[in-house]
């Protein structure tokens, strides 16, 4: 496996934008690459540089003696060094030829003339976990926004339709017993109201639909039930629920994740498939909780409606496979692992959580005053626990169990 600073192979693809295409030597600063900018639809020369740059100044004479190496290896004149860039650990300078200069100017670009003069500060690199943990934080405080918008919209629900609906209705009956002795008009307060019932049904429905309380108080089971129960008096559709009350829950995120993928399917087989059928199976198997949910409608395996909530499953550890069932319809099953909670030290928890954060092995030891020997211990019983093999798999199934606490 090649090391950060081994530049022999980078990454294909620099910030989705620089192709690289072939290495043409070593310069003083790094590997040297031609490759094409998509966006502008050139050639340009790529300059890796190396850690031992990291978070410090290059001047102007470096920037020149670079170029000329360049020169050397590309024979073209080169007129510009378009910029400094960063694509995670890796940083690089970007340099312009003649030609690209031709046919456009463009103003961020400093004259090789100019280079000499100037100074840039190479930013550290990126640590590989760091990167990992962001991407997956990123993902993870997304969806926290999402959730935590659809709870505001619940609590604005409640607060301007379903509480004036509570009252409308209240008056309403009282209303419709004074008027006892008068049968039009207790007959027209009586459809008022139970218009006003439906309507209020139809909020109740949104809300839980918006943000599942059930799920949260009771589990999986009753939140799917409740669910089931809602598209039923929705539509004309049967839906056949088996579901297998598994003592051991799924973490809170895994479970909301097969709540917001059965909405999308419900909603797919009712609207879109046309379904009037429809069987939601959930059921432990060994360690693993499998389930499933198969309808009659028209089969389409590529469905908009469910492309981001699977993809949500992934990202929680599930398996998921979608297809035509053998006789005709959708179906859509999945498969969770079944997580006992890993029983940690309170030092072991302490690790874990600086090393999501990102720390090295000496910095958490520095952080709880112990030695790097020490958190290394520590570390493989971590591991051993969580049944993982990286620092990254580590910091993951901590966020995914809930434990580390983002601002």
């Not at 470096?62 to 190496?69: D, G, V």
């Not at 009350?245 to 909405?263: D, K, N, W």
Request: glycine share 6%; proline share 5%.
């Amino acid at each position: 496996m090649n090391e950060p600073w081994d530049f022999s192979d980078p990454p294909a693809v620099l910030n989705n934008r620089y192709h690289l295409r072939a290495i043409l030597g070593k310069g003083r600063l790094g590997a040297i690459y031609r490759a094409s900018d998509v966006i502008r639809g050139y050639d340009v020369v790529i300059t890796f540089i190396a850690p031992t740059h990291s978070g410090v100044e290059i001047e102007g004479a470096e920037f020149t003696n670079e170029i000329q190496i360049i020169q050397q290896l590309m024979h073209p004149q080169i007129v510009a060094l378009y910029g400094l860039e960063q694509d995670g650990r890796w940083s690089y300078l970007v340099v312009d030829l003649l030609g690209n200069a031709q046919q456009e100017s463009r103003q961020n670009s400093i004259p090789v003339v100019s280079a000499q003069n100037a100074t840039l500060t190479v930013p550290a690199p990126i640590p590989l976990l760091a990167q990992d943990v962001q991407r997956y934080t990123a993902s993870e405080d997304t969806i926290a926004a999402v959730e935590a918008e659809r709870k505001h919209l619940v609590s604005m629900l409640q607060q301007h339709l379903t509480e004036p609906l509570h009252l409308l209705l209240s008056q309403a009956n009282a209303y419709e017993q004074s008027f006892s002795g008068q049968p039009i008009a207790q007959m027209a307060v009586s459809v008022l109201a139970t218009i006003a019932r439906q309507l209020l049904q139809q909020l109740r429905d949104l809300e839980a639909d918006l943000h599942p309380q059930t799920l949260e108080t009771l589990g999986l089971v009753p939140a799917l039930e409740l669910l089931a129960g809602q598209f039923m008096r929705a539509t004309n559709v049967h839906i056949r629920l088996i579901l297998e009350r598994i003592p051991e829950r799924l973490p809170m995120p895994s479970e909301l994740a097969i709540f917001r993928l059965t909405q999308a399917a419900l909603t797919r087989a009712i609207h879109a498939a046309h379904a009037t059928q429809i069987t939601i199976r959930l059921e432990r198997q060994s360690t693993q909780v499998r389930y499933s949910i198969i309808d009659n409608g028209i089969g389409d395996e590529n469905s908009i409606y469910l492309n981001s909530a699977c993809q949500r499953i992934k990202q929680l550890g599930g398996a998921i496979e979608m297809g035509i069932h053998s006789r005709g319809g959708f179906e859509l099953s999945l498969l969770f692992p079944l997580v006992v909670t890993p029983l940690l030290t309170p030092r072991e928890m302490e690790v874990l959580l600086l090393l999501a954060e990102g720390l090295t092995n000496k910095q958490i030891a520095t952080r709880l005053i112990i030695t790097p020997r020490t958190v290394n211990f520590h570390l493989d019983n971590i591991y051993l626990k969580l049944n993982v093999n990286t620092r990254t798999e580590a910091s993951i199934v901590a966020m995914r169990m809930g434990w580390v606490k983002r601002e």
